[in-house]
């Protein structure tokens, strides 16, 4: 049983990712369509944005296989 935390993050994971897409889509309704350049930042950001808390658990879960 030494796999549980992978089935953790699999089970947190694909939710996190739909309620994040869903956000986003929803907030480009709104702030997106002024300025071109405006929107290259925009969604650049909003596809990295989501790198940091990714990081974080894959590291918690390479920190806990070590062991």
Do not use: C
């Amino acid at each position: 049983m030494k796999r549980w935390r992978h089935f953790i993050v699999v089970i947190g994971i694909i939710p996190a990712l739909i309620i994040y897409v869903s956000f986003f889509m929803y907030a480009f309704d709104f702030i997106t369509g002024y300025f071109w350049l405006f929107d290259w930042v925009i969604y650049i950001l909003a596809g990295l944005l989501w790198l940091y808390p990714a990081a974080k658990v894959i590291k918690w879960l390479a920190d806990h296989e070590s062991h």
